[in-house]
């Protein structure tokens, strides 16, 4: 199984019917498009995103102002 990651844009509240889909990344691709958005002003960050590539996915959430990560296990097997 694969671990992927959804996106969203959302309310500072995290408020469900306020989020929008982004898209569905790796971990490496996700951190990406974050330290981009963070930088576009799209999303705040609580910490510094220098250590955002250490920080596991759960204290990405946490620390992402405006945005969502839903995590994801993709079963790839195919009949």
């Not at 405006?66 to 995590?71: D, F, L, P, S, V």
Request: include cysteine.
């Amino acid at each position: 199984m694969r671990q992927y990651y959804a996106l969203f844009t959302c309310n500072e509240w995290k408020e469900f019917s306020s989020m929008r889909l982004v898209g569905m990344f790796s971990r490496t691709e996700l951190i990406k498009i974050i330290k981009k958005r963070v930088k576009e002003n799209e999303f705040g960050f609580c910490r510094d995103i220098k250590e955002i590539n250490e920080m596991p996915i759960r204290d990405i959430e946490v620390s992402l102002e405006y945005g969502h990560i839903i995590e994801l296990k993709i079963n790839e097997i195919l009949n």
